[in-house]
Structure formats: C-alpha cells, structure tokens
C-alpha cells in the first residue's frame, strides 16, 4: 500500500512551484484574504500561512492518518454528482495526502470556533506528530502549511528542476496569475534564500496588496505603462459572462495575457489565438505598429524590440460559465 501511494502521489505533485499552487489554492477555497509565502528553492522548503476557515482536529487527524486511503480527505466534494458542478480549485482531496507522502509536511490550524491551533507532522507517509501546535501558533482561524524536504524520496524528481532562482520566477508568476483574479486577496512572498534581501531593491521578494479590481492588482504588479488605453469590459450572454480588461497599448511580448475560466488560469489555447487575432486586425494594433515599439517592460525575461515589433494585447479576461459546463478533472 506504500508503494501504491507513493506512486499515486508522484502523478500529482510535479514540481516545487505545483506544490506551491496546490497550498494556495487551499488557501483560496478556504476563503483567505491575506496569504503569505515564504520559499526557499535551495532547500526544498515553503510555507503558506493564511486567514481562512482553518482546518478542524478532525480533518487534520484523517490527513495525519498512516494508511493510504485514510489520508485522502476533502471538504469541497460531497457527492459524486457534484463532481459536475465544482466552483472550488480543490476536489479530490488529493494534494496534502501527496505532500505527506513527497515530504515532509506540517500542517498548524485554528477553526473560528476551535480556542487552539491543533498540528500534525508526517513524513513519507507517517505520522511523526498529532497534538497542539508547538509552533505557528495562531490567534484567528487559518492555517499554516509547512513543507520540508520536498521530494526527498523521489531525488529523480529534483533534477528535473530549473535552477532554484528560476523555480521562485515559476512560483512568483503562478502567485501573480492567480492575484489578478483574486484582487481581494492580499500576497506576500519572502524569499528565504535571499541573501541579497536587507536593503536591496534587488530581492525577489515580494508583495502584492489587495485592491478593488483585477486593472488594479495588475497595475502594482506590472506598472502602468502597459494598460494606458485600456477597455475594462463586463459582458453578459445568456449564461456566460466574461470580465475584465485588454489593453488597447499591446506589449512587445505574449506574457501579459492572462484567460482564465471561472478563475482557474488556462494554459495557451484556441480563445487566445482568437483575441490576438482580432487585435491584430483592429485599428488600435495599426496605431500601435506606427508608433516605435516601446513599452515600458517591467523585470525581467523581457527584451526590448528591435524596430517595428509586433505587439500583442495584454488583457485579464476572467469567463465564467455554469460549472457543469467545463471538466475541472481535466484543464478546464
Ligand atoms: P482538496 O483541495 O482537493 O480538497 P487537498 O489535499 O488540497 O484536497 O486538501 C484537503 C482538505 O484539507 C481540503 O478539502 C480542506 O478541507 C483542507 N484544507 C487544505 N488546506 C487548507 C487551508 N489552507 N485552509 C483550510 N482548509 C484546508
Ligand atoms: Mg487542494
């Protein structure tokens, strides 16, 4: 059965920054409005702090569980049937199961009705420790997830990591997708590896506060430059709605172009083509093109364009449809 977990759990955990995502989506579905991170690629450790509903002694003992069936456990699905209908990034109960089998993982939760934070420790599927929390003490309901060791006993998968600053650029980019659609929600990410942090500007943690708009996240994490002439749309048909921004501008680069579906990012697909497309054909791309190619590109990973380079739009466009309608099990 150890063997069986194991390999289960190897399907889904794939990398650091995945890991990273599945603990901040739990913390999403948990309701959270302030998620802090704190990462170190080095050494194979995170952590992922928030404010939401927390996680019950109950709960907490079935992730804590030695067996393999006993560990997988989830809030979000009830039914069968509701595996049509999921609105929550979460459903299967499958990623701290992983993490417990990939690593070591410890879990430190308060309920808005527990008057403790209650902790779990387990390592490559055992349980090391169940009881009050002897540290990440909290004093409101969230929780703290504190992973060690990731992969430790898959080193296979280690390798098949870029070099650590690169997984934090993964991991910063992966935050910053999902803050734009969650505005409300304020970030923080301290990079632990950082030696170059006190005083610097050059340090690669971050912080993106909350605001009242997916433009405003967008505007403090990438400048404004990028979104001078921008349309913010909300558009209704039938059941579908679609919402948010394109930027008229357009940058020399498709990296500022974020679709999601229900608020789960989606990876580069037809509807892009179909926006970029459509821009290129309209008269705001023709005035772009006249203008010399300059944008004001933030960090890094971007070069500037040599001449008349084409620009592509740059948009946060969130489409909700009724949940039955996409397959969350698979990229919805
Ligand atoms: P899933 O998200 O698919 O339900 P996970 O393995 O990611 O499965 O999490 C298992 C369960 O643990 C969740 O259903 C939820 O009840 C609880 N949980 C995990 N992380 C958090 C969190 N940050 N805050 C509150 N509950 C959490
Ligand atoms: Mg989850």
């Known amino acids: 059965a150890s063997t069986r977990a194991k390999l289960r759990s190897t399907q889904i955990l794939t990398s650091l920054p995945q890991l990273v995502s599945e603990l901040v989506q739990n913390s999403l579905d948990a309701g959270a409005t302030l998620i802090d991170l704190g990462i170190n690629c080095e050494e194979w450790f995170c952590w ?18 030695d067996s393999e ?5 989830t809030s979000k699905t009830y039914t069968p049937g509701a595996l049509n209908s999921i609105s929550t990034f979460g459903f299967r109960g499958e990623a701290l199961a992983s993490a417990a089998e990939l690593s070591c993982l410890e879990i430190s939760s308060r309920t808005a009705n527990s008057r403790e934070t209650w ?47 690169r997984t934090l650029e993964v991991i910063r980019q992966e935050i910053e997708t999902l803050a734009l659609v969650f505005p409300q929600v304020a970030f923080t990410l301290e990079a632990l590896d950082d030696k170059r942090e006190a005083g610097s500007s050059k340090g690669r943690s971050f912080r ?36 948010g921004f394109i930027s008229l501008n357009g940058a020399v680069s498709k990296s500022y172009q974020f679709l999601y579906i229900n608020r789960h990012p989606i990876a580069r697909c037809e509807l892009h083509k179909l926006i970029d497309t459509r821009f290129a054909s309209s008269s ?16 890094s990973g971007l070069r500037r364009s040599p ?17 039955e309608e996409v397959d969350n099990c698979l990229e919805p």
Not at 69 to 73: A, I, M, Q
Not at 121 to 134: C, E, F, M, Q, V
């Open 48 to 65: 992922v702090k928030d404010n939401g509903c927390g996680i019950s002694k109950q709960d907490l003992s079935t992730l804590s569980k």
């Open 69 to 73: 069936d006993g560990r997988y456990g």
């Open 119 to 165: 902790s779990i420790i387990t390592k490559g599927g055992h349980n090391l420790y169940s009881g009050p929390a002897i540290r990440w003490q909290r004093e409101s309901s969230g929780t703290v997830v504190c992973i060690r060791d990731a992969f430790y006993n898959l080193p296979v998968r280690r390798l098949s990591h870029p070099p650590p600053t």
């Open 208 to 243: 993106i506060p909350k605001t009242s708009s997916s433009l405003a996240s967008f505007r403090n994490i990438y400048g404004r430059a990028l979104i001078e002439h921008t349309e913010e749309m909300e558009l209704a048909s039938g059941v579908l709605k679609l919402n």
């Open 284 to 299: 705001f791309a023709k005035n772009a093109l006249d203008e010399e190619g300059e944008t004001c590109l933030p960090r």
């Open 307 to 323: 001449r008349k380079a084409i620009k592509m739009p740059v948009y946060v466009l969130n489409l909700t449809v009724p949940p």
